[in-house]
């Protein structure tokens, strides 16, 4: 069983830009899919980046060029930097773990970005 805590979340400006991070306790963390979605009010959760063990990743097209997904595995953390940041990507962001069939995801972060 993975636990997942996310961090990193907060308030800031268009254009700005945060760092999320997704720390992850459990063995066999270097086996997991690792994604982040997001979930804005009133709306679906959505797939926002993924990695997989390898180090493979896929964005979401309205992150593609501003969001990067990355992953420690010596330190069981993924993170995800945002840049350019608008206020569509306002939202509570979630890490998730992912290995045959089972699936973890941790509490959230939010994020909000206004002026």
């Known amino acids: 069983q993975v636990q997942l805590v996310e961090s990193g979340g907060g308030l800031v400006q268009p254009g700005g830009s945060l760092r999320l991070s997704c720390a992850a306790s459990g063995s066999g963390f270097s086996n997991y899919v690792m994604t982040w979605y997001r979930q804005a009010p009133g709306k679906q959760r959505e797939l926002v980046a993924g990695i997989t063990p390898a180090g493979t990743t896929n964005y979401a097209d309205s992150v593609k060029g501003r969001f990067t997904i990355s992953r420690d595995n010596a330190k069981n953390m993924v993170y995800l930097q945002m840049n350019s940041l608008n206020p569509d990507d306002t939202a509570v962001y979630y890490c998730?773990?992912?290995?045959?069939?089972?699936?973890?995801w941790g509490q959230g972060t939010q994020v909000t970005v206004s002026s």
């Open positions: 998730k773990a992912r290995r045959y069939a089972y699936a973890y």
